[in-house]
């Protein structure tokens, strides 16, 4: 089922915290929203589940104009990072829940059927009498994911949803929460502050900021392509350094960057580390090496230009490098903003 918000507005006494956004999920797709803290991710969620109303403009699921549909009759399935789970029930118990106070009445064995079926789909077969308490938060995410889905509704809705979990859990979940909406085909609104999650998980991420959309695409879309140094920036893992825009090309240090839509003047230069090359004489801006960091697949260069700038590079493991060598960098490829 297709989700579209048109023009939605929405705000808190005289505190606006969404305006007028305009976006649509196509039926089975996963779109992140992403956005710093306060950026009104929550708030559209909650809009869409009908736990609070717009103020203005339209929410439609399919062709239904879905705007002032009451929560219950929505069919939507949501899971939050603090919508916990009943502490006195059992996993089977919770899952069952929604099924139990629904208005679509359902047999006992057709309910506990259901609630089979979606044990072996979240993977908790063994788990099914235990309490909320008695197994680890990413199982208890799962249990809350098999409630939501318990109720088959057209849309799912996460907030967080792994939001207070490790980082190793959560990567996991994340693989596992993909291949579980894919089977299901349900179309999914997940919010996240965490880009990685977002650039892992969803086939378009709409980021927000200020209650504004201010890009929208694939997650290759957004990375290649970021369209203000807001949205670089926010992305993260990327160097932010200061040239001087003149007819066409940035000028800095001893290199020069093609930027042919940049009015003259300041301008920011963002590279990613992945993006800058090491060479040990030659053109380029000159740096030095501060610290050297070995990762698994690569070696992270912290270097100095020589106007005191830091960046980082990212560089082959095998590559010989230490403090207080001294090269040059070329810039295979930048996003540049006027500063
Ligand atoms: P976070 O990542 O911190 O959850 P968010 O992007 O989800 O943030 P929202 O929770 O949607 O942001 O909040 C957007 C803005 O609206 C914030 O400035 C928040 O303080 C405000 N806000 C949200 N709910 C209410 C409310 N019930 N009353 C007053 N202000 C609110």
Do not use: C
């Amino acid at each position: 089922m297709k989700i579209r918000l048109d023009q939605v507005v929405k705000s808190f006494d005289t505190f606006r915290a969404v305006h007028g956004v305009s976006l649509e999920v196509a039926s089975g797709e996963l779109v992140a929203l992403l956005g710093p803290s306060g950026s009104g991710k929550t708030t559209i969620l909650r809009m869409i589940a009908g736990l609070e109303y717009a103020d203005g403009g339209t929410i439609s699921f399919g062709n239904q104009d879905a705007t002032t549909i009451p929560v219950r009759e929505r069919g939507v399935g949501f899971v939050f990072q603090h919508y916990a789970l009943f502490p006195h029930m059992t996993v089977s118990e919770n899952i069952a829940f929604g099924m139990k106070v629904s208005k679509v009445k359902r047999s006992k064995k057709a309910i506990a059927d259901r609630v089979e079926e979606l044990l072996s789909l979240v993977q908790l077969e063994g788990l099914a009498d235990r309490f909320p308490n008695q197994i680890s938060g990413g199982q208890r995410q799962r249990v809350a994911l098999a409630r939501a889905l318990a109720v088959d509704p057209k849309v799912l809705l996460l907030d967080e949803p792994f939001g207070a979990l490790d980082a190793a859990v959560r990567r996991d979940l994340r693989i596992w929460l993909r291949a579980i909406q894919e089977k299901l085909g349900i179309t999914t609104l997940f919010v996240t502050h965490d880009q990685e999650e977002a650039l892992d998980l969803a086939d378009r991420v709409v980021i927000l900021n200020g209650g504004k959309i201010v890009q929208e695409g694939t997650p290759e879309d957004v990375t290649r392509r970021p369209n203000s140094a807001f949205v670089t920036r926010f992305l993260g893992d990327t160097n932010r350094l200061q040239g001087h825009a003149r007819g066409g090309q940035i000028f800095l240090g001893g290199a020069n960057v093609a930027a042919p839509d940049i009015r003259d003047g300041q301008a920011e230069i963002y590279v990613r580390p992945a993006d800058l090359e090491w060479t040990g004489e030659g053109e380029g801006v000159h740096a030095t090496v501060t610290r050297v960091i070995d990762r698994p697949d690569n070696r992270r260069v912290l270097a100095r230009l020589d106007n005191g700038e830091p960046v980082e590079l990212d560089v082959a493991p095998e590559t010989r490098l230490a403090r207080g060598d001294q090269g040059y960098l070329k810039i295979r490829r930048a996003n540049v903003f006027a500063g």
